[in-house]
């Protein structure tokens, strides 16, 4: 089984910007992140594939950048412009193929492969 070794979060201030890092023991073809508060439904945040190909969650598209090394099994989270309402606990997910929420694609909700989460806090 897949282990997903997150880094990055803490707290900033409103404009700042955080990167979050997840690292894979293995290669797979899917890496994101979900956004998650307690007793809430996961929101995609951002998820790239093996190709290079991307997708973003409404609310963060133009300010975050996913990335991925692949030589690395490595996905980065580069978020900017960071508002109060992106605080929340963000995990790292890991499918072999994309899944498809309505009009966008991110990694499975169902996978196995979440990391452990990180805390990112956003005070105005």
């Known amino acids: 089984q897949v282990q997903l070794v997150e880094s990055g979060g803490g707290s900033v201030q409103a404009g700042e910007s955080l990167r979050l890092s997840c690292k894979a023991s293995?290669?797979?073809?899917?890496m994101g992140w979900y956004r998650r508060a307690p007793g809430q439904e996961p929101e995609g945040v951002a998820a790239?594939?093996?190709?290079?190909?991307?997708s973003y969650g409404d609310s963060v598209k133009g300010r975050f950048i996913i990335s991925r090394d692949g030589d690395k099994n490595t996905v980065y989270l580069q978020m900017n412009s960071l508002k109060p309402e992106d605080t929340d606990m963000y995990y790292c997910?890991?499918?072999?193929?994309?899944?498809?929420?309505?009009?966008?694609?991110?990694?499975?909700?169902?996978?196995?492969?979440w990391g452990q989460g990180t805390l990112v806090n956003v005070s105005s």
């Open positions: 997910v890991a499918d072999q193929r994309r899944s498809w929420y309505g009009g966008s694609w991110f990694c499975g909700k169902g996978s196995h492969a």
């Open positions: 293995s290669f797979m073809f899917c």
């Open positions: 790239i594939d093996g190709d290079g190909d991307s």
